[in-house]
């Protein structure tokens, strides 16, 4: 396959990693993934005030935005700024490490149950379709409800345990279709031990489409974990999250809008961002959409 | 085709009781249950809870409290909730109807909306019309939906005090008004919910149906059909359209989790008293029998839902239909 | 003489690729007269299908028409119709006939809806009136049970029979001209006869002219009464069928002549032409046959040879017209030596 043959060939000047960066949206997308992944390495150096401090508890709460606090304050009276900057951890480090881990286990099972078929792909593919008939979001909440609130590795774990079913199917068509293609037949035919055949020719050519579900799974998680903060259920406090901030002003939504309106433009903006980067690699990874070399462009039309 | 209605009937069956099994044994291993919950008042003490507990069954061993619940659920009786003090069926049978009404419509506008805008942008793919829709249909599918949800609280129902901020009727004066007044008292209720599901769904049906044309429009009948005179608007309209219908249909089946999330999140927001609520109230509460009742209505709701969508495609795909 | 019904002048065809640009059609020039079926052959890459596409502006990006080519239908100039005014000519007045009957229909309408539907965009007809319509091609293309067959989908026909019915969708409005690319190289070796007889048979009795694109010379010989052989983008040699048979006069016809298995013919090993066609981003200068030319010599690198009239209406893009005696003196091509042998 295309991807394969290239990934082979090795990236440098690549025709899809071209296409790739000529895309105004990957541009657009690292450009924000930078910043926020700087703002919240920079954090400490960052936000004005310290994210969990109580300021004046009589007379900063709940204060609209101002010169001293550009984001205002909440009903503890914390500084929202500095909460936002420090948030971008919390949806940061969970989006990347829960995908990451759940893109690993995913993948294997993924081309497990592809590439060994039978009963093994039965039984894994009946239990992957189980769990993906259940809604995340509920799932989640019962298991922070049932157990208490979580610090940000339990929660990334959990993430990444209720998050790596859609790509191991989605894998796991992959490497079907791949089982039977000439390439992997002649490398078996050769005598390549399995473990070989899997790593050098299945994993390449599911490597492209398992990146796109990575990146629109980042944005996924981010989100889940912004809504399991607004409803109360959320990563551990005083832990600064953007779904928190929206919680602490639920109450008087209204009227604090300020609380509402920030964290979640936030959450927007970074989403937007892997969204946006998600799409481009889709359409960048998309065989049909890869310049074609002169023949190829009229063979297309050609007899 | 018999058989692969059977054959997916029994998967389903499979499922649903996958789930609610495994729910069923967590909620019970979970620490906490309802009675220590509702009854942690000074003056009860340990014994009467365990008293408590020994009458709703809650201290027989797990094996047999699932044995029960299985042959009591099979014939319609879901228990008691203890935290409601109402049969469970009751709750329930209050709650789905009004989840059903706010995702049926959402659903319905959606696919509508979704489905003409996909068509738009796909007749002429990469036009200045494709890219900014498609930029606009990105913003909403990467909004989080409670935010929407309480920025469109905050602006239609707070700021301008259009529609109301809650619930399905006006709590005070409902049952004082007319028939037209109650009529549009639950309209009014429903604007706002509807509304933003719709935006955000119209977003995911969108973008997934643009793929499934623009998949669809490089086949060699599209070509046939622009040879034979269509107009390039007509060949998309008709024939893309038609075949890129088939793959959403399905796609529709496997929705249904997100959609109930979704579903959850605006209820939460718009205190609409739906499954949503429900099932967040109850593990709050951890109603056990609640919980797993709505966890049990919402497997069979994504089953059959899933379901529907495959016998759709069986039927609206002549492959499939006329051997 | 009256006025050719179709007439190709100074084609040019080109799709603008990463990898440069792909000159696919460069220079084509040919006519086609009322009621005349003409074969158009070559070998896959050598711009015949762009030039079939090209006539009904079916080209899509990034390949694009050239500025000073020349298409005349019917008197009227093809490239400054507007869309609406194509849309008008496709299916209707000109009609193509494609090469894979398996993808050419669409899977969910029935065969009677998509014949129908012609006659509905171009004659206005009612759903009623159109299904009649499709029922009567059917009948007209030779499928049996023809009102039941109209309900039916195309995955329940078998390869010969969707064929047929493609052509049956390109003959409702009975055009003037129809465009057909390969029309049986998908096809089994039984059908194809059919399928060409049918045709050949059809257009024969509506007057309909015939533009048949194909790479097998058995093809051309038995249905068509021209030739244009075309190779890297160019028309090469034209002639009358007979006349191209018996005295062809391009070396690459020679050497497609010279490949085609022959009963009676010698066992031997059939002849193939060594190399193979240059890419066509970048068309060699001179000659572009000169590499795989038994014949060449300097000349033909250095001077890229027109279309020389050889008297008869058969020309040939060859400089053996002046300086016939070249031929005595053949020698192994060029790729051969290379070592770059067509498989």
């Known amino acids: 396959m295309i991807a394969s043959d290239a990934l082979g060939r090795g990236i440098g000047a690549h025709p899809m990693l071209r296409a790739l960066f000529r895309d105004s949206r990957t541009r657009i997308a690292l450009v924000v993934l930078l910043l926020v992944t700087l703002g919240a390495i920079l954090a400490p150096l960052l936000a004005p005030y310290d994210p969990t401090a109580h300021l004046d508890i009589e007379h900063l709460n709940s204060q609209p935005p101002s010169a001293a606090h550009p984001f205002g304050t909440d009903p503890y009276s914390r500084d929202v700024l500095s909460r936002l900057i420090y948030g971008s951890r919390v949806s940061l480090a969970v989006g990347l490490g829960s995908v990451a881990l759940a893109m690993t286990f995913g993948i294997a099972v993924g081309i497990a149950a592809g590439y060994l078929g039978g009963a093994v792909d039965a039984v894994l593919m009946r239990l992957v379709d189980a769990a993906i008939s259940v809604p995340r979001l509920l799932v989640l909440i019962m298991v922070v409800s049932l157990w208490g609130r979580l610090d940000l590795v339990p929660l990334t774990l959990l993430m990444a345990g209720t998050g790596w079913f859609a790509v191991s199917r989605l894998v796991r068509a992959e490497t079907l279709a791949l089982r039977d293609r000439e390439f992997v037949l002649a490398a078996r035919a050769l005598g390549v031990p399995t473990p070989r055949v899997l790593v050098r020719h299945v994993l390449p050519n599911v490597i492209a489409p398992a990146l796109v579900a990575a990146a629109l799974s980042i944005a996924n998680v981010i989100l889940l974990e912004a809504a399991l903060s607004y409803l109360g259920v959320g990563i551990s406090t005083p832990t600064a999250s953007w779904g928190a901030i929206i919680q602490d002003g639920a109450e008087r939504v209204a009227e604090l809008w300020w609380l509402t309106l920030f964290p979640g433009l936030a959450i927007l903006v970074t989403v937007f961002a892997c969204n946006a980067l998600g799409d481009a690699l889709r359409d960048a990874f998309d065989p049909r959409q890869l310049p074609r070399d002169d023949s190829d462009a009229l063979f297309a039309s050609e007899a | ?323 | 003489m009256t006025t050719p019904l179709l007439e190709i002048e100074n084609l040019h065809t080109f799709f603008y690729t990463d990898n440069g640009v792909a000159r696919a059609v460069d220079g084509v020039s040919f006519s086609v007269a009322v009621g005349e079926t003409v074969g158009v052959v070559g070998e896959s890459g050598c711009g015949k299908s762009v030039t079939a596409l090209s006539i009904l502006r079916l080209v899509r990006p990034p390949g694009r028409i050239e500025e000073g080519s020349v298409m005349r239908f019917e008197g009227r100039d093809l490239l400054g119709l507007d869309e609406r005014g194509m849309q008008h000519v496709r299916g209707n007045r000109i009609a193509m006939v494609f090469q894979e009957p398996m993808t050419a229909l669409n899977p969910v309408f029935t065969i009677g809806d998509q014949i129908g539907e012609v006659a509905r965009i171009h004659a206005g007809m009612s759903k009623r009136d159109a299904w009649a319509k499709a029922i009567e091609m059917l009948k007209v293309v030779g499928i049996p049970a023809p009102e039941q067959r109209a309900g039916e989908y195309p995955h329940q026909l078998s390869g010969g029979m969707r064929q047929r019915v493609v052509i049956a969708m390109a003959l409702v409005m009975n055009p003037a001209l129809v465009i057909a690319d390969e029309p049986t190289t998908a096809l089994d070796v039984t059908i194809q006869a059919q399928i060409l007889e049918l045709l050949a048979d059809l257009t024969r009795r509506l007057g309909t002219s015939v533009l048949l694109i194909t790479h097998d010379l058995g093809v051309v010989a038995e249905n068509c009464t021209r030739v244009i052989v075309m190779y890297a983008g160019e028309v090469v040699e034209e002639a009358t069928t007979i006349d191209l048979f018996a005295r062809a006069h391009h070396p690459y016809t020679e050497g497609l002549l010279g490949a085609m298995p022959r009963v009676g013919g010698e066992k031997d090993r059939l002849a193939t032409i060594p190399g193979t066609v240059p890419p066509p981003t970048n068309w060699p200068d001179g000659c572009r046959f000169r590499d795989r030319c038994p014949y060449s010599w300097e000349r033909c690198e250095a001077e890229h040879p027109p279309l020389y009239q050889i008297g008869g209406g058969h020309t040939s893009r060859c400089h053996l017209a002046e300086e016939p005696e070249r031929r005595n003196h053949p020698h192994p091509p060029l790729a051969a030596q290379r070592g770059a042998t067509a498989a």
């Open chain 2, 1 to 323: 085709m018999r058989r692969y209605v059977a054959g997916r009937l029994l998967q389903a069956t499979i499922v649903v009781l996958l789930v609610t099994t495994v729910t069923f044994v967590l909620v019970h291993l979970a620490p906490g249950d309802p009675i220590s919950l509702l009854f942690d008042r000074p003056g009860i003490t340990e014994a009467m809870r365990q008293e408590w507990r020994a009458s709703f069954g809650l201290d027989r061993p797990l094996g047999e409290q699932y044995v029960r619940w299985i042959s009591n659920t099979v014939r319609g009786d879901l228990g008691y909730s203890i935290s409601l003090r109402r049969p469970v069926a009751d709750v329930i049978a209050d709650a789905l109807p009004r989840t059903l009404l706010l995702v049926g419509l959402a659903l319905t506008l959606s696919f509508a909306l979704g489905i003409v805008v996909a068509v738009l942008q796909s007749e002429r793919p990469g036009s200045a019309r494709d890219r900014w829709l498609g930029r606009v249909l990105l913003v909403l599918f990467s909004v989080p939906d409670f935010w929407l949800a309480l920025m469109v609280l905050i602006v239609f129902a707070y700021r301008l005090p259009i529609f109301p901020p809650s619930g399905i009727v006006d709590p005070v004066l409902h049952d004082y008004m007319g028939p037209w007044a109650r009529a549009r008292d639950r309209i009014e209720h429903l604007v706002l919910p509807v509304a933003t599901f719709t935006m955000l769904t119209t977003a995911t049906i969108s973008r997934h149906q643009r793929s499934a044309l623009l998949e669809v429009l490089p086949s060699d009948w599209m070509r046939t059909a622009i040879a034979k005179g269509l107009s390039r608007r007509r060949a998309v309209r008709r024939h893309a359209l038609r075949n890129a219908l088939l793959p959403s249909i399905t796609l529709a089946g496997l929705y249904l989790p997100a959609l109930f999330s979704g579903a959850l999140l605006i209820e939460k927001v718009f205190s609409w008293p739906g499954m949503g609520l429900l099932a967040v109230y109850a593990i709050s509460s951890r109603d056990y029998l609640l919980i797993t009742a709505t966890v049990l209505v919402s497997s069979i709701a994504v089953a059959v839902g899933a379901f529907l969508a495959d016998l759709a495609t069986a039927l609206a795909d002549p492959r499939i239909r006329v051997g």
